[in-house]
């Protein structure tokens, strides 16, 4: 797939929705507010020549730290729009991970709220390539998002629109840098992911309109918040590049809030990642939930259990689950369900446009021969949309990136018929008497008893040896049974081989999540 040379993300997911026709659209909800594709690129464009007014030059930095408001809409795209170059964080992370965000971007403009200002003021003084931080208010879903704020020392993001002229948009190329995708910081400090505008672009094309069918009647709503690049694609830039709605609320996802604006926006596609998925499912056991507006939801970043599928599907029918697998490093989904061609349990097929290859673990490079079908390995994935490095790693970046490929680290097989099935993160696997264990097919097991919610699993040591050892969130009604983790256990040994059930189980009211909604295990290993 092609793209011209001279090529901007902000007028391929805006600007050009006004060239066809469609500036009076709502591109945003927010509450009972709304905006229109034209306000948006009004304030967008306002926002550009701010940003050029304060010396941001193209190929510096902006770091974001926003909640899901609509200001970071206008944020990103203003971002794009002048050349620069789109960096994000979690507003509700710690400060010190923040502020290593503003050192390690070495961004040249912050866009973030006063709260957030106050507690990395340290490292906001101490940048010495920080220009100016510019603050948006910290409001509820519903309240004026471009209200007055307290800005002190800084500047307020309405302020500098309201004071700016028309921007001048710096002319692009297709392959300049555009935005740094943070992976999930698995093993240690988040890596940026270096990309450039045509992967994003590519992805769009490929994957949102010709794999899972976005279209210009779609309203979106999300679980995942827009600064991980999950949401930013489903639920910002595949919306706006069909002249879509998005529905934005900025409380912390629970299904309490996530349920409020399924039932305000009555949306089309959810953002979806799997515990709120279950979680849904227990609420609903008390509170019936509607779902009728939903022609699907989407599900990734971690794994889909089978169990949790049917049970879904059982209960809600007519909302169908496209569980898909993709990367910080290769923007967003290669290989996905899909309408019409869903296999519970697995990932689908790879999205036209993508190749991929399940390779043995010790292949040095993409030209390896593939294992025999329904073999484990790892994959290795192939497509326009691949980063071009990682930010200050170049070891880990040659580990990765070969050309036009990437190695995932992800273990999978391949069925005789295309189908992709996750088999856990190759430093995930335990070896119990001499043979491996996959979390997954544990977790999976654990997760059709009719009393548990979510599990995880971990290796556990068992004076020397590795074990399995389970973390299980169940259901309140079944909370403080005496006999239950026997029962879990006895269930698992009924279903699996006897050296893969969990030695040990503990219960709790809820797993830790990390910043992307995912089973937080590095905390889990960590103990308390």
């Known amino acids: 797939m092609k793209f011209p040379e001279r090529f901007n993300l902000a007028d391929y997911f805006l600007f050009d929705r006004l060239a066809e026709g469609r500036g009076d659209h709502v591109a945003i909800r927010y509450g009972a507010r ?7 690129c009004d304030r967008t464009d306002k926002l550009a020549a701010a940003l050029q007014g304060l010396g941001v030059r193209p190929e510096e930095r902006v770091l974001i730290i926003l909640p899901d408001t609509p200001p970071f809409a206008w944020s990103i795209f ?28 070495r961004a040249s403009v912050v866009i973030t709220l006063p709260r957030t200002a106050a507690a990395i003021a340290d490292a906001l003084r101490d940048s010495p390539v920080l220009r100016r931080v510019l603050l948006v208010p910290d409001v509820a879903t519903g309240d004026d998002p471009e209200g007055p704020v307290d800005a002190g020392e800084h500047l307020a993001l309405a302020d500098a629109i309201a004071r700016a002229g028309a921007s001048a ?14 992976t999930s910081g698995s093993t240690g400090k988040s890596k940026a992911a270096i990309h450039t505008h045509r992967d994003f672009a590519f992805n769009t094309e490929v994957y949102a309109k010709g794999t899972v069918g976005y279209r210009a009647g779609d309203v979106t709503v999300s679980v995942p918040r827009l600064y991980f690049g999950y949401a930013t694609g489903t639920n910002l830039f595949f919306p706006f590049a069909v002249g879509a709605t998005t529905c934005l609320f900025s409380e912390r996802p629970t299904p309490q809030s996530l349920l409020a604006a399924i039932e305000r926006h009555k949306p089309t596609i959810v953002t979806n990642v799997p515990t709120m998925l279950g979680k849904i499912l227990e609420y609903d056991r008390e509170h019936p939930v509607e779902m009728s507006s939903v022609r699907f939801h989407l599900s990734a970043g971690e794994a889909l259990p089978p169990a949790l599928l049917h049970k879904w599907m059982e209960r809600y029918p007519g909302s169908e689950v496209y569980d898909g697998i993709g990367s910080a490093e290769m923007f967003h989904i290669y290989a996905s369900n899909r309408p019409g061609d869903v296999k519970p349990g697995s990932l689908g097929r790879v999205v036209e446009g993508y190749e991929i290859r399940i390779l043995a673990r010790d292949a040095e490079g993409p030209g390896a021969p593939p294992v025999a079908p329904n073999e484990i390995g790892v994959m290795w994935v192939r497509g326009d949309s691949v980063a071009l490095a990682y930010h200050e790693d170049r070891d880990k970046s040659w580990a990765t990136f070969h050309g036009h490929w990437c190695r995932t680290g992800d273990l999978f097989r391949v069925d005789e018929q295309g189908y992709l099935w996750f088999a856990g993160r190759a430093d995930d696997l335990i070896k119990v008497s001499g043979l491996w264990v996959s979390p997954l097919e544990v977790e999976d097991c654990l997760m059709q008893h009719p009393d548990v919610v979510l599990a995880a699993v971990i290796a556990g040591d068992d004076g020397g040896l590795l074990k399995p050892r389970a973390f299980v969130q169940v259901r309140e009604s079944a909370r403080g049974r005496p006999d239950l983790v026997a029962a879990l256990q006895a269930h698992c040994k009924d279903r699996l081989t006897k050296h893969k059930y969990p030695r040990w189980i503990e219960l709790v009211d809820e797993l830790p999540k990390n910043d992307r909604g995912k089973v937080d295990k590095k905390l889990l290993k960590a103990g308390p």
Do not use: K, S
């Open 78 to 105: 203003a971002t794009l729009r002048v050349g620069a170059v789109l960096t994000m964080g979690n507003p509700e992370a710690p400060a010190q991970d923040l502020a290593y965000l503003v050192e390690y971007t």
């Open 169 to 182: 948009p710096f002319p692009t190329h297709r392959d300049d840098v555009a935005i740094w995708l943070f």
């Open 34 to 40: 709304a905006w229109t594709y034209a306000e948006v």
